[in-house]
């Protein structure tokens, strides 16, 4: 995982191929000659389709065919183009001498449409299968189908899995589990210690929960609290490992739930504990995720070509200048910073709700980052989303499946659970731009990312109405494709 931004997954990819869209194209560009037949993923051409006309002598005589064949050969300085064989259907599959370019394929398609004989010639796509997962409970995952609700990672996959690429969670680090292990490296706990106030006034265990201040290990000890006096009460979230599992869970093993970008790796941060964490550290671990240095902390081995973070605060429309900071130098060493817009059915960008009463600013006003909203599996809006001008996208974000921790204190057996948020919708967007940056040529910036995630989202089955939540639902397979264009 040394390089940044790996690319030569790129080339193997290339042979992955998703074709539906082509093979079923209504249209032929250009008239007889279908064009739109050669974007199938292939570098080079060789095997074609001619259709010659009911009666015309081509389609009833074989020496008619070879001397059409060959006029068209000949135009293009081939030898020759050899039938193959006739189809079901009348057609002839006709191979040339030698591989061509792209090129000379739209060429000779225009060369062979010329005749009048000819009612239609494309080249012989190539298919493969869509892949679909085989983990126990991916049919209860619906946000990543082509339903109402889904964002069309299905047909991703067959030409991205996120392969090189590295996904940082920052929230409550991470818990053990045998569906997520094989895609975690590396990772801190950015959790300080108390100061001895501090410690007097809420317990030892207060917001580290683990016994000890910053160190290399990011597991989850679980964020439950029974201190009313500290902060609200309530059994451990396992959250951070919930949001990672949507990233990149372990996917294709027969087992459990498959994540957005499932050959991408995860990098837990730890940074919320009991009663949540400080801006102090929230902005080391965005520094050190994205490759900076932070002092008395060890360099990050595995800088993130995207940066998750599901969590807000409580200052009504506010934005700490620390988080601006690091997520500005983030940016700038090439991460993607992708946040959830809130769960107040509020305003992101003034963080008050329709009483006009602060209900707690949210990571959408700290500047360069994608903000997303929360969708349902009909593809409307989730009733608890934040909204507003400040939300750039939208993803599932109701009743998503993924892997949790069956302890309700600290860690016991693993499990998995739906949970409702717009963290829940936000590792989708995260996973979906691992996708992006493992085929791009080069990295996309930012602001390019925001760019192509809102160009190539689609449109809300149900209307936000006055409540909008980007620009459409993300759309990994258009995202992807568009990427592989740039």
């Keep these: 995982m040394g390089n940044r931004h790996p690319r030569s997954n790129a080339l193997s990819l290339a042979t992955a191929l998703v074709l539906g869209a082509c093979a079923f194209a209504p249209a032929y560009a250009g008239g007889k000659a279908n064009l739109a037949s050669l974007e199938d993923g292939s570098r080079s051409f060789g095997r ?16 008619a065919l070879e001397r059409s064949l060959g006029n068209a050969a000949s135009a293009l300085g081939l030898n020759t183009l050899q039938r193959l064989r006739r189809t079901a259907t009348g057609s002839d599959v006709v191979v040339s001498p030698r591989p061509l370019s792209r090129a000379e394929a739209t060429a000779l398609l225009h060369t ?26 991916f049919r209860e995952q619906f946000g990543f189908g082509s339903g109402a609700g889904g964002i069309r990672a299905t047909t991703a996959w067959d030409l991205a899995r996120g392969a090189g690429t590295v996904v940082a969670v920052i929230d409550t680090g991470i818990a053990s589990h045998s569906d997520l292990n094989g895609n975690l490296v590396g990772g801190y706990d950015f959790i300080s210690a108390l100061s001895g106030a501090e410690a007097q006034q809420f ?118 200048q620390s988080y601006k ?77 993924s892997t949790v921790n069956n302890g309700l204190r600290g860690p016991t057996t693993e499990a998995y659970k739906a949970y409702d948020g717009t963290s829940m919708a936000t590792p989708h967007v995260a996973g979906v731009a691992a996708l992006v940056q493992s085929v791009a040529r080069t990295p996309l910036t930012q602001e390019q990312m925001r760019t192509l995630l809102k160009n190539t989202a689609r449109a809300f089955p149900v209307s936000p109405g006055a409540k909008p939540i980007g620009a459409g639902i993300v759309n990994a397979d258009a995202a992807v494709k568009a990427a592989k264009a740039l």
């Excluded at 973070?309 to 009504?316: K, N, V």
Aim: net charge negative.
């Design 325 to 401: 900071n690091a997520i500005v130098g983030a940016a700038q060493r090439g991460s993607i910073v992708i946040v959830a817009a809130g769960n107040d059915d509020a305003n992101a960008s003034t963080a008050v709700n329709s009483d006009g009463q602060p209900v707690g600013y949210t990571m959408t006003n700290c500047g360069t980052v994608i903000s997303v909203g929360a969708t349902t599996s009909s593809g409307g809006r989730s009733s608890f989303s934040n909204f507003g001008p400040g939300v750039d996208i939208a993803a599932p974000g109701s009743g998503i499946l």
């Design 48 to 63: 074609f389709v001619v259709t010659y006309r009911s009666g015309t002598a081509p389609r009833r005589d074989a020496a």
């Design 203 to 320: 317990g030892a265990f207060f917001i580290a929960a683990d016994g000890n201040a910053r160190d290399a290990n990011p597991a989850d000890p679980g964020d439950w609290n029974d201190n009313p006096n500290a902060c609200r009460t309530g059994n451990s979230s396992w959250h951070g490992t919930h949001v990672a599992g949507t990233v990149a869970a372990v996917t294709n093993n027969a087992k459990g739930v498959a994540g957005t970008a499932p050959a991408a790796k995860v990098v837990p941060v730890r940074v919320l504990g009991r009663c949540g964490g400080f801006s102090s550290d929230i902005a080391d671990a965005i520094t050190w995720a994205s490759g900076g240095a932070v002092p008395g902390v060890p360099a990050n081995p595995n800088p993130a070509d995207v940066i998750n973070m599901s969590l807000g605060g409580s200052a009504p429309g506010a934005c700490p």
């Design 112 to 137: 062979i449409a010329a005749d009048p004989n000819v009612e239609s010639v494309e080249n012989d796509m190539r298919m493969v299968p869509y892949w679909t997962p085989n983990d126990s409970r």
